[in-house]
């Protein structure tokens, strides 16, 4: 699952910066990019599948939030004892800035050295080297290169399930913070600027991690028939393009792709799915490179020999990450 999240998600942010292309609703709903979505859809061409990987590939992030959430789960309650709240904390927030430093200083100075340089304050370096940046006024603003914001939602994903969803393990618990979430976005419809700062942070990304939790609680063991997974996967994939058409139902759309990403994982035949573990295996340095490698293919290729400039992307993306693999292992691991 890990392989196809990262995959998703690398391809989008590659695909969503081309001039033309269909733009995602990730932190707020508009309904022009639905609009352009289905003119793309009903007149297909050549570049339907950039439009795809640009408006659906962004759903690899709660598929990565539902993996957090399980993993949580097995490692403390099926496993290792909890640490107090100030250990948990320091140890995921060093274990999270392990694999973060690696990506971003190659960024910086990457990004330095190309054109559209973006401009640092001495506040929003140590905002992101802290991953406090999403709790700013305009996280936006301050987050690059963009994906990173992942981090600080991670790190608080990881406390709230440390002060709360651990210490109260009723389903009821969990499934009333997810409500509570909800219904704080409901209440921003039509005010975009505090529904992004919602989704930036941990509000907006509860839902995946929630059900991933009351996964490792519940359904640890459950399985199914193949022509089952097959079923589920058919039918949560039409829910989630279908939810996506009006602001209501968008906000229950990760759940949607949640699960559909764990059947897709069960059906994958045995040739694709060591490749797939193969790649989910780098997913960690993957993510925080591929920034870095886009900056210098998107601008070169952005507009003619586009595919070609899609598979440099994507070659130069896993070899760079092979090596930041490489870095990352020989840094100190915390000890909890």
């Known amino acids: 699952m890990r392989g196809l999240a990262i995959i ?9 910066w081309l001039a033309g292309i269909t733009q995602e609703n990730e932190y707020i709903w508009r309904q ?43 490692k403390h309650e099926h496993g290792n004892t909890m640490v107090s709240p100030w250990r948990f904390l320091r140890y995921n927030y060093l274990k999270l800035l392990r694999i973060m430093i690696v990506g971003f200083v190659g960024f910086v100075m990457v990004d330095a050295a190309t054109r559209g340089a973006h401009r640092y304050g001495a506040a929003d370096i140590v905002a992101m080297l802290t991953m406090t940046s999403n709790f700013l006024e305009n996280p936006s603003e301050v987050i690059w290169p963009g994906p990173y914001w992942y981090f600080g939602l991670t790190l608080q994903l990881y406390m709230v399930y440390r002060l709360v969803f651990y210490r109260w393990r009723h389903w009821g618990v969990v499934a009333g913070i997810v409500a509570l979430c909800w219904l704080l976005q409901v209440m921003c419809q039509g005010d975009d600027t505090l529904l992004k700062w919602l989704r930036y942070n941990c509000i907006g990304g509860m839902m ?15 399985t ?24 209501q139902t968008w906000l229950w759309t990760p759940a949607a792709v949640a699960v559909a990403a764990i059947a897709a994982a069960k059906l994958l035949p045995k040739a694709a799915l060591k490749y797939c573990v193969w790649v989910g295996g780098l997913s960690a340095a993957i993510f925080v490179c591929h920034p870095m490698v886009r900056k210098l293919f998107v601008f070169s290729y952005g507009k003619h020999e586009v595919y070609a400039g899609l598979l440099l992307y994507v070659v130069c993306t896993v070899g760079v990450a092979w090596l930041f693999q490489k870095i990352i292992s ?3 691991k915390p000890q909890p």
Not at 8 to 16: Q, T, V
Not at 213 to 222: C, D, T, W
């Open 8 to 16: 998703g998600i690398m391809l989008h942010n590659y695909c969503h």
């Open 32 to 74: 022009a990019n639905n609009e352009r979505l289905m003119q793309a859809l009903s007149q297909p061409d050549a570049m339907l599948p950039i439009h795809l990987f640009s408006y659906f590939g962004h759903y690899g992030v709660p598929v990565f939030l539902l993996l957090s959430g399980f993993g949580l789960v097995m």
């Open 208 to 222: 995946p991690f929630a059900m991933g939790v009351l996964a490792g609680r519940y359904l640890k063991e459950f």
């Open 224 to 247: 199914l028939r193949p022509a089952q997974w097959a079923v589920v996967l058919v039918v949560s994939c039409a829910l989630g393009a279908v939810s996506c058409l009006t602001f």
């Open 330 to 332: 020989r840094i100190p």
